[in-house]
């Protein structure tokens, strides 16, 4: 039971053994609709290593993810069972959790990851507050604060993204496949 708690902890929030200060890197709520036709509807494992733990194995959650200009519906299973369940349309964050689901998963967190991940760079850059910029690098982009990555999101692929955030502690690796019929 334990384990299944720190499983999850770990997978979800993608989170240090300490949660990291409220302030470590800006969270984002970008509306759906910056998203213009854009549309994901997608079955994806993601694999949450901590950085001081290099050598650890990382930990998994598989997830279903769909999202489009409408909204982002988001289920996080574990054990075959649904753990999480978060919705975004832009104006409210709607979670469900299951009770085994730790307090240290943090959907704002996710959320502002997701909107790293699939929204516009332009959307990203009229969102973020004074002394921050999403630049792009040569396999992706970074978030800078003062000119140091903070975090920075990789395509490794075309269906593969890697986030490895400094600033929080973790790398995320985020393998995707489109969902059967979408």
């Known amino acids: 039971m334990k384990r299944r708690s720190l499983l999850l ?5 993608g989170c240090a053994s300490a949660p990291p200060p409220p302030s470590a890197l800006p969270l984002l ?15 994806q494992r993601l694999s949450v290593t901590r950085l001081d733990r290099p ?3 990382p930990q998994r959650v598989e997830v279903q993810l769909q999202l489009d200009a409408t909204g982002l ?15 975004w349309d832009g104006q409210d964050l709607q979670v469900q959790r299951h009770r085994m689901l730790p307090a240290e998963v943090d959907t704002d967190r996710m959320l502002r990851d997701l909107c790293l991940t699939f929204w516009p760079a332009e959307a990203v850059r009229a969102a973020l507050p004074a002394g921050w910029a999403w630049v792009s690098t040569a396999a ?13 999101v990789e395509r490794r692929g075309a269906n593969i993204v890697e986030i490895v955030n400094h600033a929080e502690g973790y790398r995320l690796l985020i393998e995707s496949q489109p969902q059967e019929g979408a």
């Open 29 to 43: 709520r970008l509306p759906p609709a910056a998203l213009g036709t854009a549309r994901w509807a997608l079955s």
């Open 9 to 13: 902890a770990a997978l979800l929030a």
């Open 140 to 152: 992706g982009q970074a978030l800078e604060q003062d000119g140091q990555a903070r975090l920075v």
């Open 73 to 87: 519906l988001l289920a996080g299973f574990a054990f075959g069972q649904r753990v999480l369940l978060m919705q």
């Open 55 to 57: 050598d650890a194995e």
